[in-house]
């Protein structure tokens, strides 16, 4: 399935993926969370990156 993105929602969905990869990594390294759940935020941000990737290879299509 292909999905086209236009330059509008593409600014847009670049910006939250950015914010939220911010927020995971800030999340991630709070000293105050337990091990597990300092794993959850690192995994958020590899989902995020692997999504930010995605739709930046959509763009240069």
């Not at 969905?13 to 337990?34: F, M, R």
């Amino acid at each position: 399935m292909k999905f086209v993105i236009d330059s509008d929602n593409y600014e847009m969905i670049v910006k939250n993926l950015g914010q939220a990869k911010s927020l995971a990594y800030i999340l991630g390294s709070n000293t105050d969370e337990d091990e597990d759940k300092s794993n959850v935020f690192w995994v958020i941000q590899d989902l995020v990156n692997y999504a930010l990737h995605l739709v930046e290879d959509s763009e240069r299509v």
